[in-house]
């Protein structure tokens, strides 16, 4: 029977932006303590949570995957010292201009997922910071969650500021999962 999941975005919402760039080394990621909140309140309700990212930087050989993949070891790492950890973690290492099916803002790493690890994306949230993560969120059939500032237009079906109240809003909206 497939499990409803949380979907997460990376840069922005699990990590500090690195703005226009990349985040190119470890020594560059800095873990946002709102996205450690979240990711308590979607553990304790049972529900698994997965990270779906676009990584270019790959493509455009800024990094490699064996680096790209040490920099998700050492994320999950540091969130099992918190106390929590996600099931999985995928990523779209395509050029943009390549136009493959699993770079949001098409919904190919949800359903990647969703076969990997029978989830069902139609129960599920996604949660990004950009307008892309909302649209491939959308797109597999999930609630959505922008993080962005509230002057920004969205489809999402809710909107917050920063992790924090993405925290506050899961802790209202999800029902526990069984």
């Known amino acids: 029977m497939s499990r409803p999941c949380i979907f997460f975005d990376r840069d922005g919402i699990v990590n500090e932006s690195p703005g226009p760039g990349y985040v190119e080394r470890w020594e560059d990621f800095h ?31 800024l990094y490699s995957e064996d680096e790209l993949r040490a920099m998700h070891g050492n994320m999950r790492a540091e969130l099992q010292g918190h106390g929590v950890d996600v099931l999985d973690v995928f990523q779209c290492v395509h050029l943009a201009a390549d136009d493959c099916a699993c770079r949001k803002p098409k919904p190919g790493m949800i359903f990647q997922a969703a076969e990997k690890h ?57 029902e526990p999962c069984v």
Not at 35 to 59: E, R
Not at 119 to 135: F, N, Q, R, T, Y
Not at 152 to 170: G, P, Q
């Open 31 to 61: 873990l946002q303590p709102g996205f450690v909140a979240a990711l308590k309140v979607v553990t304790d309700k049972g529900y698994p949570s997965v990270i779906v990212t676009n990584q270019q930087g790959v493509a455009k050989g």
């Open 118 to 174: 029978d989830l069902d994306p139609a129960a599920s949230w996604m949660i990004g910071d950009s307008e892309k993560d909302v649209e491939a969120g959308q797109a597999a059939g999930c609630r959505t969650i922008r993080v962005c500032p509230a002057n920004e237009i969205t489809k999402a079906d809710f909107r917050v500021e920063t992790m924090d109240e993405a925290a506050v809003l899961l802790e209202r909206e999800l």
